[in-house]
C-alpha cells in the first residue's frame, strides 16, 4: 500500500516538475528547491516579526491597540509587514509540508537520510507551535479563540490537571504576565525552529540553505503582492473573556486541527496527533525500500582515480560531494542533466528522473544521472571533468591575461579578445571553453570563440545577463587593459575527421567520430554561436567537405550579431550553409527571413535525421525541447551532442 501510494506520488511530482522545468528551466525550478525556498520564508518571517515586536505592547490592553495601530497607521510598513509575516509563515508550512511529501514520494527518508526526517518531523511540529502561539498576540477575538482551545486542550495532560484554564475563566484572570510569557515563546521557539534547521542539513553533502536570486525575488514579490491585495487584519475586535466567541475565520495551514478540538473530546485529538507523529517517525522502515547494497561499497571515479566509500542508500552524487570531489551538478533531482557520468564497471539502479534528459539510448550506453544513481555493487564511473581533486583545486593550470580589444556586437553582447603574456600561449579544441576565476574564487564558463590554429588572442562572446555579477562588469566595468584570470582549457573538443587515405595511421581521436560524408547541423541559441564559430572556423581551416547547416535562433534580429559573417562563409564556402530563425517575430517587423523555434526549423529541413550528427549549444530550455524531438525523429544518441548553457556557470 505505501510503495503504492509512493508511486502515484512521485508520478504526479515527476509531471509537475517536468511541466515547471519548460516554463522556469531547471535551473529555476522550484521543486527542486523547497528545502533552500523555507529557509528563505523563515528569515522573511524572523525579520518581520522582528519590526513587529518592537512597536508591539506587552500588555492587556496594549497589546491589541499597538497591533491596530501597526496595522491601520502604520500601513505602509507595519501593515505590510504583518501581512507579510503572516503569508510568509502560511507559505513556509506549506513548503515544508510539500518537501516532506516530495522526500516521501522518492524514498528518500532511510539509512542515512533518517536523520533528516526524524528531525524534519520535528521541526514542522515547532514551527506549527510558533505559528499557533503567533496567533494568540494580537489579541482579538481570533486570538481569545485560539488561547481558549489551545489551553484547554493542553489542561488534559496530567502535568496540568486542569491549571491552565483557570487563568481564563474571568476577564481579570489575565494580566500582562501572560503576554510577557506569550512573546517570550514566540521569540524563543523560532530561535529553536533555526537551530534545528542547521542540524537539519548537516547529513546533506553541500546543502544549498538559499535560493537562487531570480527565486528568491520572485517569492518577495509574491508576498508584497499578496499583502498588497489580501492585507491581514485583526477579527471581530478585542478580545472579550465575558462573551463566548461565536466564530471566526481560522488559517486551514497553521489552525487545521481546531476545527477538531471543537469536534472531538480532547483525548481523540492527542491520540490523532500522537498517532500521527508516531506513523511519520516509522516511515524509514515501513515504506516498501529501493533496491540497495547492505554494507559499505566502493566506488572509483575517473579521471583521477578517487577511491570512495559509499554508504547504503547512498547516490554517487552524494558520495562524491560527502568526499570533498568537485562534480559537476545543478538540480541534484534528476531534472538537467548536468551530473551525467558513465558507469564502466558495477551495476546502478537509475532512480527516478526526468526522460528528456537522459534518453533509453544513453541508459543503454551505460550512461546514469549522478543525482539519481544508486550503486548496487562496487562501481566505477567515468565523469567528464579535467580533475576530480578532493580538495576542490583545479588540475587546469591558470593564466593571467589582459583585456586586449573590447567590441559591442548588439545591445546584449561584447565580444571581448584577451592577450596571453608574451611569449605564452594556450592550447585548446574546437568547442572547448574556459572558466573566468572571480575575486572570490567563483567561476563564470564562456566559450572559446576564435579557431585553435588562431590562438594569439583569445575571443569570447560575453552576453549580459540581467543582474548576472560578472557580465554587468564586463558591460559597465571592463576596461581595455584589466587584468582577467581564468583556468582551461575545459570541456569536450569536437573534431571532425580528416579525410586520410587507407593505411594512414595518423590519424585523431577524436571525441565525434564521424564519417566525412555525414552531414553536420550546428544549432545555436543567442551566443551558442560562440562555440559553433570555433568549430566551423577549425573545419574551413582544415579543408573539411563534409555539409554543415548552422542553424541560429534568436529572440530578435540583433541577438543574430555576427550572421554577416556567418553569410560570408557560406558564400565562400559551397558545403556551408546558414539559417537564421526568429522566435519571436512580432519584435521585427521587418524579418523576412524564417521564424519560430530553432529546433521545429531544422526538422522541417530534415524530417529524418539518420545518418546525421548534431550539436546543440544554447540554453538549457532549449536543448531539453530540441533534443528529445531530435531522438523521436531517428537521431541516434551517440550522434547527438549538446552543451548548455547555465545563466551563472556551465
Not at 545591445?411 to 571581448?416: Q, S
Not at 590562438?455 to 571592463?478: A, K, S
Not at 539518420?610 to 525523429?633: I, K, N, W
Amino acid at each position: 500500500m505505501i510503495a503504492l501510494l509512493q508511486s502515484l506520488l512521485r508520478g504526479g511530482f515527476m509531471q509537475a516538475e517536468a511541466l515547471f522545468n519548460r516554463a522556469f528551466g531547471d535551473r529555476l525550478n522550484p521543486f527542486y528547491h523547497l528545502g533552500s525556498i523555507c529557509f528563505f520564508l523563515f528569515w522573511i518571517v524572523a525579520g518581520s516579526g522582528l519590526y513587529l515586536y518592537a512597536f508591539f505592547d506587552t500588555s492587556v490592553v496594549g497589546a491589541y491597540q499597538s497591533v491596530e495601530a501597526l496595522t491601520h497607521r502604520q500601513w505602509y510598513a507595519g501593515g505590510l509587514l504583518r501581512s507579510m509575516h503572516r503569508h510568509a509563515s502560511d507559505a513556509m508550512v506549506l513548503l515544508m509540508l510539500l518537501h516532506a511529501l516530495r522526500y516521501f514520494a522518492f524514498d528518500r527518508l532511510r539509512g542515512f537520510r533518517s536523520f533528516s526526517w526524524l528531525t524534519g518531523i520535528a521541526l514542522i511540529w515547532l514551527v506549527y507551535v510558533s505559528g499557533i502561539n503567533g496567533y494568540m498576540l494580537p489579541w482579538d477575538r481570533l486570538a481569545q479563540y485560539v488561547t481558549v482551545a489551545s489551553f484547554e486542550w493542553l489542561d488534559w495532560l496530567p502535568t496540568f490537571g486542569g491549571a491552565l484554564i483557570r487563568n481564563f475563566m474571568y476577564p481579570e484572570s489575565v494580566n500582562d504576565r501572560l503576554f510577557s510569557l506569550l512573546s517570550f515563546i514566540h521569540i524563543g521557539v523560532p530561535l529553536l525552529v533555526l537551530l534545528l534547521m542547521w542540524v537539519h542539513v548537516q547529513r546533506v553533502p553541500k546543502a544549498q540553505t538559499q535560493p537562487p536570486r531570480p527565486i528568491a525575488l520572485g517569492v518577495s514579490a509574491m508576498l508584497l503582492v499578496l499583502a498588497l491585495l489580501q492585507p491581514v487584519l485583526s477579527q471581530g475586535g478585542a478580545a472579550d473573556l465575558a462573551s463566548e466567541v461565536q466564530s471566526v475565520a481560522l488559517d486551514w495551514l497553521i489552525l487545521p486541527i481546531y476545527p477538531l478540538l471543537d469536534a472531538w473530546p480532547a483525548s481523540a485529538v492527542w491520540a490523532l496527533v500522537t498517532a500521527l507523529t508516531g506513523l511519520l517517525a516509522a516511515l524509514p522502515w515501513l515504506a516498501a525500500r529501493r533496491p540497495s547494497a547492505v554494507g559499505q561499497l566502493r566506488m572509483q571515479m575517473h579521471p583521477g582515480a578517487c577511491e570512495v566509500m559509499l554508504r547504503p542508500g547512498e547516490t554517487v552524487l552524494e558520495a562524491g560531494l560527502r568526499a570533498g570531489l568537485s562534480l559537476p551538478y545543478e538540480c541534484r533531482n534528476g531534472g538537467c542533466g548536468l551530473c551525467l557520468c558513465t558507469v564502466l564497471n558495477g551495476r546502478v539502479d537509475q532512480g527516478p528522473f526526468q526522460p528528456a534528459v537522459l534518453s533509453a539510448e544513453q541508459r543503454a550506453e551505460g550512461q546514469a544521472l549522478m543525482c539519481c544513481a544508486m550503486p548496487l555493487e562496487d562501481v566505477e564511473i567515468e565523469v567528464p571533468v579535467p580533475s576530480l581533486d578532493s580538495d576542490g583545486s583545479s588540475a587546469m593550470p591558470e593564466y593571467t591575461a589582459r583585456v586586449q580589444r573590447m567590441e559591442k556586437l548588439g545591445p546584449a553582447v561584447m565580444r571581448v579578445w584577451l592577450a596571453l603574456p608574451t611569449g605564452q600561449s594556450l592550447e585548446f579544441g574546437a568547442g572547448q571553453y574556459l572558466n573566468i576565476i572571480l575575486e572570490d574564487g567563483a567561476r563564470r564558463a564562456f566559450s572559446f570563440a576564435n579557431a585553435p590554429h588562431d590562438n594569439v588572442l583569445i575571443e569570447l562572446h560575453v552576453r549580459r545577463i540581467p543582474g548576472g555579477r560578472y557580465t554587468t562588469h564586463v558591460f559597465e566595468g571592463m576596461q581595455v587593459g584589466d587584468e582577467v584570470r581564468f583556468e582551461g582549457p575545459c570541456g569536450t573538443v569536437f573534431t571532425h575527421p580528416r579525410l586520410r587515405s587507407p593505411g594512414d595511421d595518423q590519424g585523431e581521436t577524436p571525441a565525434i567520430a564521424a564519417s566525412a560524408s555525414r552531414p553536420l547541423l550546428l544549432i545555436a541559441g543567442a551566443t551558442g554561436f560562440a562555440p559553433i564559430k570555433s568549430i566551423l572556423e577549425d573545419a574551413f581551416h582544415r579543408g573539411i567537405a563534409r555539409r554543415m547547416v548552422l542553424y541560429w535562433g534568436v529572440r530578435e534580429p540583433s541577438d543574430c550579431y555576427l550572421l554577416e559573417l556567418a553569410e560570408t562563409w557560406q558564400q565562400q564556402h559551397s558545403n556551408f550553409s546558414v539559417v537564421a530563425v526568429l522566435s519571436e517575430p512580432e519584435s521585427a517587423l521587418e524579418w523576412r527571413g524564417r521564424t519560430g523555434l530553432v529546433h521545429e526549423a531544422v526538422l522541417t529541413d530534415f524530417p529524418d535525421l539518420r545518418g546525421v550528427d548534431v550539436y546543440v549549444c544554447g540554453s538549457v530550455q532549449m536543448v531539453e525541447h530540441a533534443v528529445p524531438d531530435f531522438l523521436t525523429h531517428g537521431l541516434s544518441a551517440e550522434a547527438c551532442f549538446t552543451d548548455a548553457f547555465h545563466a551563472a556557470a556551465r
